[in-house]
């Protein structure tokens, strides 16, 4: 028996999403399909949603959302890890021409899940998957952040900023992070030491350590001329918005190493996808010790409002927001 289910649909790029019925999907092989009770928002929807993001390839028509939270209503063949009834979260779709989830349903590769954190409501973890990917995949899979080394995070108050801020703080490093005036007293609340981007950066260098620099930088506003300038001797920087032309003379005369993080391509190429529900795993048991918690802007927009959703993205949020699929 086909199912009918509302989901918001792109139709053409930079068109305002319609929330239509449509058939919902059935779990094919290794798939799970998931009620979704809350979605996730990204400033990359709205790149997607603009058509301004060539490297995250979505052709219209298509559903957006890559990050969700939602029980699971039937498993495919050959999933053990799952059965229904199972809480769930995970960045799934939205991309690559996989169906986003923006959306009542999703049928989402069993890989890409882990268990929700018991601790969090369902808008709280769906708005966690994909910059909890991106800050373990660059300082945990990259850089192996270690007890005692200091970390430095550009944008600490951001999306993927404060995640980076909350794990360097778990794995036992010393954090400090940049931001706006207003954004300190976020970055202060997560633990890390504040320091005012306008600030030149050699200052801080020489303010905070001396001249000897940072052991690891993680850049997450595209800033990696400050990056290179900021690191250590032997030192790490990695990006998730490395992109661009930079001289790296900064960073070799220092015998420094630099790695970047993109996030999607799992979701692109269909490799790797197992490690991201891996990593989700392992945040769940951070999240439910009290080390790592999502901030959640407390704005609520349902799906017919998505389009208020991604203007509120565009011109500035208090944290992450959800967007409400199911009733609570």
Known sequence: MTISMKAAILHETGSPLRVTAISSPAPGRGEVLVRIAAAGTNPLDTKIHAGQAAHARHPAPAILGLDMAGTVEAIGEGVTRFRPGDEVYGMVGGVGGHPGTLAEYVSADADLLAAKPANLSMREAAVLPLVTITAWEGLVDRIGIRPGQTLLVLGGAGGVGHIVVQLGLAFGATVFATGNPQSQPVIERLGAVFIDRNEPIADAVSRITAGRGFDVVYDTVGALDTAFAAVARFGHVTSSLGWGTHPLAPLSFKGGTYSGVFT?????????????????????????????????????????????????????????????????
């Open 264 to 328: 999607l391509l799992p979701l692109l190429d269909g490799k790797g996808r197992r490690h991201h529900g891996e990593i989700l795993e392992q945040a769940a048991q951070l999240v439910e010790s009290g080390k790592l918690a999502p901030l959640l802007d407390p704005r609520r927009f349902a799906l017919e409002e998505v389009g208020a959703a991604y203007d509120a993205l565009k011109t500035g949020s208090a944290g992450k927001i959800a967007i409400d699929i199911a009733a609570a």
